[in-house]
């Protein structure tokens, strides 16, 4: 068993699909019918005969490609365009190289949105260092306001010593 990508059909890729070693080239896949549930209040239910089952036509939902998706795409999409024109030119005879069949599925707008560097959060250690800063700033706040809050107050203890005379006695 082997992994192969298996794409929308716009050819985006959407996850990993396992298959026998011997897979190779495209193949569809279908979409599953909706199911026929029954209503018993409905007095007439519309069914599907066997054989005209088999002869509706399924939906095709995406492929299973046997290309390997090459690293370094964001959201890889398989051109089905360009695989069907390289098997066109197989069954001609002409042996042309191979084509790059699996391209950027983003825009570049996109990718550098995605690319852009993000600000870096800060650590636990940078958080707890701006926040022992940040307490050393108001601590020393602090103690100068004390300091001024002391001198005021010996100033108007001076104050008030020298306009109450002392207690003789």
Known sequence: M???PKVNTEGLYLEDELVDDA??????????????????????QVTMPDEDKEDAEQEIAGYLVGVPVPAGLFHPRFDLEAWEAYQDTVQDG???????????????????ELTKRQPEEPSELDLLKQRLAESEAENK??????????LALMELHKLVLSVVP???G
Not at 23 to 44: L, R
Not at 97 to 110: A, K, M, N, R
Not at 141 to 150: G, P, V, Y
């Open 141 to 150: 706040r602090l103690a100068e306001e004390s300091n001024a809050n002391q």
């Open 2 to 4: 082997k992994a192969v």
């Open 94 to 112: 002409a042996q042309e190289t191979f084509p790059d069949l699996w391209i950027e599925g983003l825009s570049q707008e996109v990718i550098e």
């Open 166 to 168: 002392p207690n003789q």
């Open 23 to 44: 897979f190779s080239g495209v193949v569809p896949f279908y979409a599953e019918p909706e199911p026929v549930m029954f209503d018993p209040d409905q007095a007439e």
